[in-house]
């Protein structure tokens, strides 16, 4: 049994479900019961065949509803494995850092060039680097401080899995010194990301290797099934082309407001609500998240 899982970013009502039940039984896909998580937000709709084909026939069912696609024997997950930046926070640490150095749409062009996968990862976190060096390191917790924002639903996912005994993994591109404080805000368990050097109060222009890339953040994820969790059980969450591989390799890989390789990659994808559809997808409605 298969089960699609509808999460309006606004609201949506009966016809919605309706309309991707009829879209299910003419792609052969065998509807059966229909159950709301929450009412007017968030549905279950079972079928019997063809996850797919499922896919598929939902694409652009209603307005503004993400559809997560899935087994139901499945659904919950017992690791999380997310990227930070524009995932587990609205911004981009490097291109908020070098609005400090006054370079900011230099470093932020070369950014979104690696995410959507049109440059080397490795090369493309070493030029960027490069540029900021001889920035204060006063510079990076300030940053931190005025800039980072914890992405919506961030807390209660990690919060709400943990609490159901998941193990939760933020592996980052990025760099420690922002990881380590959204890590322990959010609440995750372990952070992975690279180190920033520095030396007499200011940034080198370097960092330490071997740098955290998408092959080492799929490492991270299969290290973790290695340790005994079920791959049919992981979740992996990411917008960039190096988060990709762990994507593909995740029980459910999904695309968050991601760049187009990383959509044509995942299974399963968020484009309208924020992260609290990873939580509906796993068939735990609002009244049982955590919060605090």
Known sequence: ???????????????????????????GCA????????????????????????????????????????????REKKLLIADMDSTMITVECIDELADYAGIKPQIA?????????????????????????GLED???????????????GARALVRTMKARGARTLLV?????????????????????????????????GTVTTPIVDAARKRAELDAAIAGGIDRALT?????????????????????YHAKPKTREAAAAEIIHGDLSVLLYAQGIAS???VLG
């Open 287 to 289: 009244a049982q998240w």
């Open 31 to 74: 509807p059966s019961d229909c159950c709301w998580l929450d009412a007017d937000k968030a549905a279950d709709l079972f079928f019997g065949a063809d996850p797919a084909a499922a896919r598929a026939a939902l694409a652009g069912v209603g307005a503004g509803i993400d559809i997560i696609v899935q087994a139901t024997e499945t």
């Open 138 to 152: 006063a510079a990076i917790d300030l940053c931190r401080a005025e800039r980072v924002v914890i992405m919506g």
């Open 235 to 255: 979740l992996a969450v990411g917008d960039g082309a190096n988060d990709i591989p762990m994507i593909q390799g995740a029980g459910l890989g999904v695309a």
């Open 172 to 204: 980052s591109g990025g760099f420690t010194r922002f990881t380590g404080p959204v890590a322990e805000e959010i609440g995750f368990d372990t952070a992975v990301a690279n180190v920033l050097e520095i030396a007499d109060g200011a940034l080198l």
């Open 109 to 133: 062009e070369i950014t979104e060039r690696a995410m959507r996968g049109e440059l080397d990862f490795a090369g493309a976190l070493h030029e960027r680097v490069a540029l900021l060096k």
């Open 1 to 27: 049994m298969f089960v699609a899982t509808l999460v309006a970013s606004g609201s949506m009502g009966q016809g919605d479900i309706a309309e991707a039940a009829d879209r299910l039984r003419d792609a």
